[in-house]
């Protein structure tokens, strides 16, 4: 006769957990060894969740397209302009205008200072002889001076008398003659042109200097 082995319940339970069957009450209401089942499962399925984004949020990260674009807008954009430091162009002088007359008195200086002392001389009117000098006089005047300079202030109206247009135009005459003397002189040039009346040639009606009032003041 064989022998018969007699197990506990509590092992026949165990058993039976380890086959994945349920384990069934023993007669001594003895409880079922519980047992943990996935486990595992949940927690991977909560960081696959953590992990996958919400497709009700918008992704707040600018894209690399989104971030070029904001760029070439930046670029295109026209730049600011100041209004304060914008300038309306200068309008010409008209020939009989008193600013024209003052140009004349520019240019004056400028041949004076290039040395073109002929050209410097017919500026003057009735082809130089206003000047009250021949054309070698007035280049000799200038024998001893190494530096002409001048400052041309703004000339008043123009007024007209006998046929013609005057202006007066304002100056400050710094010199230094070639042996280092420094001479300084201030006073007006007066600038006439004969009116646009028929038989006035293109010659009278540009501006020529008439006279002249220089007086010497101390140099700086």
């Known amino acids: 006769m064989t022998p ?19 384990a069934a009450k023993d007669e001594g ?5 519980a047992t943990v089942t996935g486990e595992a499962d ?3 399925n909560d960081a696959m969740a953590a ?14 397209a989104d971030t070029a674009a904001a760029a070439a ?9 100041d209004s304060a430091a914008a300038s309306l162009p200068e309008v010409p002088a008209t020939p009989d205008s008193a600013q024209a007359a003052a140009t004349v008195v520019e240019t004056y200086y400028a041949l004076l200072e290039e040395g073109k002392y002929r050209d410097a001389w ?15 006089q007035f280049a000799a005047g200038f024998a001893t001076t190494a530096e002409t300079h001048a400052e ?8 007209g008398a006998a046929g013609s247009l005057f202006v007066q135009v304002p100056v400050t005459v710094t010199a230094k003659l070639k042996d280092g003397t420094a ?31 220089l007086r010497p003041a101390s140099a700086e």
Not at 4 to 22: D, E, H, M, Q, V
Not at 152 to 159: K, M, R, S
């Open 183 to 213: 001479q300084r002189f201030v006073g007006s040039y007066t600038l006439r042109r004969v009116n646009d009346v028929p038989g006035s040639t293109a010659e009278q009606r540009r501006w020529h200097i008439d006279s002249a009032k």
């Open 29 to 33: 209401g003895a409880p079922p060894v």
């Open 73 to 81: 807008d930046a670029g295109s954009a026209p730049p600011a302009v």
């Open 51 to 64: 992990a996958t984004p919400d497709p009700a949020v918008p992704d707040a990260t600018p894209s690399a």
């Open 122 to 136: 017919a500026l003057w009117g009735d082809s130089g002889k206003r000047s009250g000098k021949t054309e070698a």
């Open 42 to 44: 949940s927690v991977g």
């Open 152 to 159: 041309v202030g703004a000339p008043n109206d123009p007024e």
């Open 4 to 22: 018969r082995i007699l197990l506990p319940p509590l092992a026949i339970a165990l058993t039976l957990s380890a086959c994945g069957k349920p």
